[in-house]
């Protein structure tokens, strides 16, 4: 069955239609760009050059030296959105796979066991769902300070609470429907049963939960990163760049404009491509 779903992907991504072949290309390249950042990057992300501070970019009576110009310190910023792009989708990347894992497994357990785990799973789904994340991140960062290890885990706890409460009814749903049972009463375990029966007929939605969270991760950390409470200097990421750059948004626009496009560009290709492999995974579709 998975051969077949993958074979079918494969096949279909030839066919894809082309704004989603073009948000398939973006994503590699992103993924390009983060793994070989240190090649990338003309110069290291930090280094000063106040003699030239604030170059246009090249095609803007720039020099060929900094394609994109140069900031208000005089670092370049092509360097600088490259290794910016590498934290970004990390920080996204390792936070969707901690929300998801929370989701998934809380889900899994109020779907068992019912009664009390059911109610208790519920409760602190709602509680999440009440009060705005960005409340609950700023006032922990203001508690307890900032490292890139602690803010990896915040955000891991973002959206948690959609994946958990989709985990559950589909879960539920699939024991319903009979398959579930079938397995289990040949001998499988309860976790064989959720994890590798179960699990494989709803990945498809799950697959379009986390394609929500992953772009709101990083709206999330680009808007706490505007706000001076996200990344920390010297490290730099793209919403560290559209925070610094909006000083200068009139006399440098680019040192802003090159780090929202790239966000604009990456979340709505997650978005696109996401919703696309939804449809080619989906069992009741193919």
Known sequence: MTNRRLSSMLTALAQCPVIVLCGWIWLIIMLFVALFAESLSPYGYTALDLSARL??????????NHLLGTDELGRDVLSRLVTSIRMSLLIAFASTLIS?????????LAARFRGWTEQAVMVAIDFQASIP???????VLAFFGNTLVLFICLMGCHGWER?????RSLAISAVEQGY???VQALGASTWRVYFRHILPNIASTLIVSMTLTFPEVILLESGLSFLGLGVQPPLTSLGNMVGYGR????SAPWILLAPATIIVL??????LVGDWVRDKLDPTLL
């Open 180 to 182: 579930a049972n079938a």
């Open 266 to 271: 990456t979340t709505l290709s997650i978005s």
């Open 55 to 64: 170059k246009p970019p090249v095609g803007f009576d720039g020099q060929a």
């Open 247 to 250: 000083e200068y948004l009139q």
């Open 100 to 108: 998801a894992s929370i989701g998934l497994t809380l889900g899994f």
């Open 133 to 139: 994340f960005m409340l609950i991140a700023l006032a």
């Open 163 to 167: 994946t958990a409460r989709i985990t």
